[in-house]
């Protein structure tokens, strides 16, 4: 059973306009949250993150939006560019009393943006 | 640059032949992680060494093992590969447990004939 989804396999999104990747989740226990983006043949590179505390991240293009109430994440990007083509993962780690649960990752969407 | 490697980058292996993934750190991390991708799917965590402690998942199959010699290596065993092994598998470092950023080396694209 995902605890981590990403429901939308894949985004075709126009340069120049934002992107929205969205993320939902089912754990209450996540207490924090990352995106990271995935190029062909590269390993994933961690791009942002929030914790539970926050309900909004941003770094420079990147905007990541966390609303505990509904379980859902969304990341932001504004405005899109061609080099942000790559599959883009929402990962959340739960926090357990005094420990650290490990990373749970979402399957992943596919962000193709046109020229 | 400090960085994650892993070797090499696509392995081919026969069904029931043993084969070896490795990873190596620069980084200094005490955490190394393996994780098993496959076509459209979530990466799946497999194990992890925090320093030589050795973490398994609950759900990792007996077939899979690893061994952590030193702080900068680390390798993924498959004692009998099946044609359901065939994945990306990607090595991964994170500075401590508490730390949630991972870095992620490109990944062995492990294929079973």
């Known amino acids: 059973d995902q605890q981590v989804k990403q429901n939308s396999p894949s985004l075709s999104v126009q340069e120049g306009r934002i992107s929205i990747l969205n993320c939902d989740y089912t754990n209450s226990m996540f207490d924090y949250f990352l995106w990271y983006k995935k190029y062909p043949a590269e390993g994933p590179t961690f791009l942002i993150s929030?914790?539970?505390?926050?309900d909004k991240n941003e770094d420079g293009r990147f905007t990541v939006f966390l609303n505990k109430s509904a379980k859902h994440l969304s990341l932001h990007i504004v405005p899109s560019q061609p080099g942000d083509s790559a599959v883009y993962f929402c990962a959340a780690r739960a926090h357990y009393g005094g420990s650290q649960g490990n990373l749970i990752f979402g399957k992943g969407t596919k962000l193709s943006v046109k020229p | 640059d400090a960085m994650v490697i892993q070797n090499p980058r696509y392995q081919v292996t026969q069904f029931g032949k043993p084969v070896t993934l490795s990873c190596s750190q620069t980084?200094?991390?005490?955490?190394m992680y393996w994780y098993q991708q496959k076509s459209s799917q979530a990466p799946k965590l497999l194990f992890h060494?925090?320093?030589?402690?050795?973490?398994n998942e609950a759900d990792t199959p007996d077939n899979f093992q690893s061994r952590r010699p030193n702080t900068s290596f680390c390798f993924l065993d498959i004692r009998s590969p099946g044609l359901g092994d065939a994945a990306m598998y990607l090595c991964?470092?994170?500075?401590?447990?508490?730390?949630?950023?991972?870095?992620f080396g490109s990944g062995t694209q492990l294929s079973v004939l």
């Open positions: 980084l200094n991390h005490n955490v």
């Open positions: 991964a470092t994170s500075r401590g447990q508490t730390n949630e950023k991972l870095f």
């Open positions: 929030i914790s539970s505390i926050k």
């Open positions: 060494y925090y320093d030589k402690d050795f973490n």
